[in-house]
């Protein structure tokens, strides 16, 4: 599978869910050149390509071409397959837009509590696999060993089992106080 940024991953990942796989508006902490510099790094690998706007119909439009005209950001085949979307030859249509509605959903389709959060894995030999594999140990891992196997500095550590692993990887993180050894946390058992 293609190794995409997280800023690439969001980008296809909006675009795989609207008419057209439209890829705009862009998240809205990207803009200027920080926006210009990841387009052009996801046109150039054919995650993304440029199509003249529909402006009449609303299209947003990413760059002005000068003759009173637009384009729009589309995302291609090749960047939905890079975040694990295959589009089948036979039926390019979007994901849901498979006909007339009706009141039964499809037969694959998962439904009341079959429905799960996608969870996101990270890449291996990373900071954060390294981080996940010492809070899965069977003792735990306190900051202070975090610190030393990481070389990051205490709120680093601390930053990342709250915001990545908690809130993005959706992992529930426990603590607890082991004598003479501190406060150690893991990642509880499902």
Not at 19 to 42: D, F, N, R, T, Y
Not at 79 to 104: H, Q, R, S, W, Y
Request: proline share 7%; with cysteine; charged share 25%.
């Amino acid at each position: 599978m293609t190794k995409l940024s997280d800023t690439q991953a969001i980008i296809l990942s909006a675009a795989a869910q609207r008419p057209e796989h439209i890829a705009l508006p862009l998240p809205g902490s990207l803009c200027g050149g920080a926006a210009a510099k990841v387009v052009g790094a996801m046109l150039a690998k054919g995650f993304l390509d440029e199509v003249d706007a529909d402006v009449r119909n609303g299209e947003p439009v990413w760059r002005e071409t000068g003759d009173g005209h637009g384009v729009t950001l589309v995302a291609t085949d090749a960047g939905l397959a890079a975040i694990g979307i295959e589009i089948d030859d036979a039926n390019p249509a979007p994901a849901g837009a498979t006909g007339a509605p009706t009141d039964e959903p499809a037969p694959d389709t998962p439904t009341g509590a079959e429905t799960a959060p996608k969870t996101r894995t990270p890449r291996e030999g990373t900071k954060q696999a390294t981080l996940i594999a010492m809070l899965r140990a069977p003792d735990g891992a306190t900051i202070e060993e975090i610190v030393a196997a990481l070389d990051w500095q205490a709120h680093t550590a601390r930053g990342a089992i709250s915001g990545a692993l908690k809130k993005k990887l959706g992992l529930t993180i426990t603590s607890e106080k082991i004598e003479g050894r501190g406060r150690a946390y893991m990642i509880a058992k499902d």
